[in-house]
């Protein structure tokens, strides 16, 4: 198995899906060992740095990528599974942003009130424990919280012709936020251009579901990924496969409009997976699914259905992909 | 403890929360062992029943009550715990209604598309089994899914002299179909009008989260609860705590509203809890949210926010109701 | 033709559609001479007056009536034809009022964001000129404003054993807050219960679209009204006709359902008018609709569709209604 | 005044905001004597041609342009001028497109149910009486209406290295599809990269306010504009100015956030021309403001506030930019 490595420099960061030109070019089969800068860019160091103060917005969200996947072509299916997450700073941030997340006014819900109080937290990491340290700024509570790591960010050129910025998730996967995408993942994302141009970042520490005030306990990440690729079958919306279960993960406004993307998605990757008619995937799913929320913070807020496959005949999505990608995983 | 026992016939049903008079007064710590009839009114016995044809749509979701809680003024929090759910038949129902559901057209969501289908499935019940029977009826799957039940509706008289519908789910509770809403929830509701005049009904086998088709499997149920009664205190939206959880349930439209109704909801109740300033309440919630969906079909959509005891300090949301009804509830 | 006067004490006010009993029966083809008060119920009279010191939020938005309509059943539509509406004092107010307007926080669109500060407005009357003068309280801008009087709220009891707050609109109409029910205008509404049970108040002196900050130019008004009944054919959304055009009003959030409502609501009517099949009605109102919003501050929001006359060849709806009406009312 | 007339060939269109090489670079107070395609690309000739088998839908929405403009840099303002808006054929279309409009399920609102028929509408051009013709196609109506021609789709290249597609209207103008962008409007818009980059398209003989069915009666367009340079005062959302009022386009979903973007941006231009604190700006708007929909069928809506200047105090926006320019228009 061919394994990357790669520590972009900050002048390699992408902060787009699509237009930016693929810092590497692999064989579907590759193993990528990565590392991804934190979604402040890493300029939230302590609690005193206030985002309006030490952040640049037109450099957040950095990505590392994209990478040209040979062979790869519109209407193809990469499958991107993730081996392994690891916190690679002993610490993360977390921040209120002025008319930034979800119980705020914000530039689309935009409203006359007064922008809540910036607040920086700072997260401890206890490696040994496995788990970050939550410290309340304005009150006396201490609480330490299990490492849960997952990719808030991950993605293929959009369709369309567009280039969009790393900040939001749509069909091309991107910010979904969701902490359903963590290690034993197998993302699976629709081709829009020749090489599929994907790319990840945005570490989360943990994340709760909703990312309610905007920012997750963000912190840079060695990130570890075996990529493969899946002639045609481009699904319309990310679909995610872990051991236990399979997810779609929709992504628009308002948020019930994001879900019914995400259970139309479900409807039919049960009618492929087990022949079902689409009443009858309606049906079932009414009494299956699990429906996490993702984001309801960014331009486009996302929400997942998930079923579980203890619940389901067994069956093998994409022919077996996530179990072979995950048995190769073990082998890096 | 006063145990009252109520199986109401045809003409005793509630359809609405508030307007209806009271079938039992009952004290503060009496147990109620009741019969819930189906959201169907039974009317929906084989595959071969349509909605259209058999429903009255004026006489759906039966409640069994209201009861009027003695001593329950407008400003205090109404403890209902649920101790024990149990299927009435061996048999439950689902099924699609025309214009009625979360992926198609309806009344507010209105399009100039045809219905889907009309179609109804009956689920067998396998008690020794614990499962209910999912029987494709336009393709070919069967699936036992296990029994896992709930009730769609608890609520209490609505403030601002209104009269509801029980199809509808607001600040004071109602048909807000979460499978949060199981045997060892104590659901607290504000009360609004003197003996609180709450009722309970539409138990469900089993539910997805969202309920996507707008019906989930569902049955007559045997529901035990007990009731006790909390001067003062009362939540906007209503509370729910499980031995291992604390959720906020909000209902509203578009779901985004909803969801931060109960956002807002438990940034306050974590605020009661352990003295946390609301910015500092709202960053641990970012990092600790879980945010299941409950109902995007109903005139208000439904949204939690759950948060794991196990994440949190110790703490005795008022003052251990929870724990003395749990308690009380085995004694029965 | 019977002329019934009516000027309501306050205890004899209707603050919800459905559950308060007829204050008069009368017949179709009956006038009504009404007065109506403000929605502050009158308790906002200096800029020193603010919302939450002496308003009783339990007493807003008083009805005038209801009116038991002889021979009126469900399925019936009610017209009634607003004949004259003239200011009944030479002031008015407007306020904003925490947490409740489009531009805040609310209690739905729930935030963590500090309420607008509570500011009053007073409004004079200049009747000789027909204006209201705007004064600016925390800047120096005067302005002479054009009288346009309009009723907020005009409503029957709604229907499925509902009695819902004078607050909201929805089917039933009720707090619709559109510009477009002024002088001239019949209002058609669906019947839901024996005698329709209809009442009318909140008269604003003038509205911009969107009662953005959630008040009008609220004043007691002076209402002449023309009452009559048309068997069946109740729409399910408010229809409006004035000389120049026809409306239907949608109320629902999301905005976009709200005007979905209204959009499917005029492609009906159309479509009874015309002989046009629905997606004619589809095309042609794509091309001619004004979409004015009503309110986007209120429980449910309300938006228009509206038509003009002089658009379409010339057609009678319901009969010619409208301009009977219109006729008989220049003779009261 | 320079004068540029530019005709694109088919392999000159823009089909993006940004990521086109410009077409021309023009000097502040140039004039374009421009042609523009219709947003079918022409291919939509008779009633027979379906969308699903005429379009190509990578290729729909094509734009003139881009301009670069001498001088623009980032937070200045690009003021356009709209001279001259004349049908460049004689026929026009106009189509429902499968899952796309108002009034269906789409790819976002994403339902089970089948999509609406496809149908195309021609409509000719009756120049001499200034109208052009409705024909039902599923009915018989034949209606005459009065030419209103406007552009869709006026737009600067995006903040944030973004490439948009020519479908989707928001901060940077686009695809609003307004009737208020006819001629006589001087559109201004915040400029986000060096040279502001603009194009324009779509042109409509005349639309409807939401654009239910997503497709106008479209048609190519003889376009003049006169464009001005504002250093700085970039405002965040498009405004407009008319000879008889301002307004402010928003942009986003759900419609009630696109509206309360509007809002909030007029209450920043009436604070700018007035002085007027924000509240007193919010309470004036709620007495004043028209609030016509722009497009509900787009990835995002578009909703437009507009205030007449009839009822405010004389003002010079942008120094009198409109007034100029719309002098300098009469002298092409």
Redesign the interface.
Known sequence: MDVVEFRPRPEQYA??F??AAPTHRIKPGTALRLWTEDAFSGRLQRTSDLPSQVLDM?EVNPQTGPFFVEGAEPGDTLAVHIAELTPARDWAA?S?IPFF?????T???????????E?T?IYQLDRAAGTVL?E??????R?E??LAPMLGTIGVAPA??????S?VPDKFGGNMDTPEMRAGTTCYLGVNVEGALFSVGDGHY????????????EGAMDVTLVVDLIKGGAP?WPRLEHDEDYCVV?S??????A???S???M?GWLGEL???????A????????????AN?VDTN?S?V?RVEKA???AADAYEGVHRRLSELARTI
Chains 1, 2, 3, 4 share one sequence.
Do not use: K, M, N
């Open positions: 902060w787009t699509g237009g037109t977390s209120t997340g979800a119980l705020t006014g530039d689309r819900t935009a409203l006359l009130q007064q922008p809540l109080p607040q937290w939550f309340a700024q304005r009150s006396t509570l609480l919280l299990p369309g012709r567009e280039v969009r910025t900040l943990r994340q709760g579901e909703g990312e309610s005030c905007g920012t997750a306990v319309e929709g628009s406004r308002p948020l019930e409009d879900w019914r993307a259970q139309v998605g409807v087990y022949g079902l008619d689409p009443l009858d309606y049906q079932l799913l009414t009494q299956i699914s699990r429906s996490p929320l309801v807020y929400a259905t619940l389901l005949p």
